[in-house]
């Protein structure tokens, strides 16, 4: 009934934690000097992996590519601070308010599609 829906949000999910918890450690040493902060990169994988399993006629394309998707952790040198640390709070907290508006989003999702479901059981 669900398809792709559940294994997808799941890999949506796993990401939005993990970049969330770089975002709280970022913020924890934005008074650390040299801190080079770190970054999580999923979405365009993704997108591109989805992208590349629609056009197959393979039905196990698209399980495939959502199972092998994963988020990349990685970090940049650059910094326009004396300290050398390159975490700017304002940015870390806009993406972090981001990740929890996209977390919500998928949870209620979910949530919407397992009462469509118990509806169809129930015959309502």
Same mark, same amino acid.
């Given at each position: 009934?669900? &398809?792709?829906? @559940?294994s997808m949000a799941e890999k949506a999910l796993? =990401? *939005?934690?993990?970049? !969330? !918890?770089? *975002? ?9 000097? &040299?801190?080079?902060? %770190? +970054?999580?990169?999923?979405?365009? !994988?993704?997108?591109?992996? $989805?992208?590349?399993?629609? &056009? #197959? ?8 590519? @959502? ?9 940049? +040198? ?11 709070? +304002?940015?870390?907290? %806009?993406?972090?308010?981001? #990740? /929890? *508006?996209?977390?919500? =989003? ?9 009462? $469509? *479901?118990?509806?169809? @059981?129930? /015959?309502?």
């Open positions: 009934m669900f &398809g792709n829906t @559940i796993s =990401y *939005l934690y993990k970049k !969330e !918890e770089v *975002l709280m450690n970022n913020m924890a040493n934005v008074s650390t000097p &040299g801190f080079k902060r %770190t +970054d999580v990169s999923f979405e365009e !994988e993704f997108r591109s992996k $989805l992208i590349e399993a629609s &056009g #197959s006629k393979s039905s196990r394309a698209m399980p495939d590519a @959502i199972a092998e998707s994963n988020y990349t952790l990685y970090s940049r +040198d650059d910094s326009a601070r004396v300290d050398e640390n390159n975490v700017n709070m +304002d940015v870390e907290q %806009t993406e972090f308010a981001r #990740s /929890g *508006l996209q977390y919500q =989003y998928l949870m209620q999702s979910v949530n919407m599609d397992f009462k $469509l *479901l118990q509806t169809a @059981i129930k /015959g309502q």
